[in-house]
């Protein structure tokens, strides 16, 4: 694998439009990650550091949540950063918004440093 954002970031778009998520993390994501979501609480805080974190997060969203369909556009490379676009249909499982299917949108940026995804930060709007 090239170490250029461009082709990480192919990579990580081919993987999550399989819904190979967890491969992608495991494969191509530094064990040093960082990852920062827009809102965070005690139990699932805002910013992770750590694979095995990151992992977790997966796996928690993957249970939590019906996935009905989605969409991966990117990668949209600058320096050695790159965005993509994630679109998905879902219906969560738990929380305040349970049994409620809607659509959500989301915009990622990723840093790439020696041929891995080295920070992940999400942009999205839950009002």
């Known amino acids: 694998m090239s170490d250029t954002p461009f082709e990480v970031g192919s990579k990580l778009v081919a993987l999550c439009r399989q819904n190979k998520h967890m491969e992608a993390i495991k494969s191509i994501y530094e064990k040093d990650i960082v990852s920062i979501e827009p809102f965070g609480d005690a139990q699932m805080p805002a ?11 997966s796996e928690w969203w993957t249970e939590n949540h019906q996935v009905h369909g989605g969409d991966v556009q990117g990668p949209f490379p600058h320096g050695d950063r790159f965005v993509v676009f994630f ?4 219906t969560p499982k738990a929380g305040p918004m349970a049994g409620k299917r809607f659509e959500m949108s989301e915009a990622a940026l990723y840093t790439v440093k020696d041929g891995k995804i080295s920070q992940e930060e999400f942009f999205y709007h839950m009002g």
């Open 47 to 57: 910013r992770m550091e750590g694979i095995e974190a990151v992992i977790g997060k």
């Open 87 to 90: 679109k998905y249909d879902i």
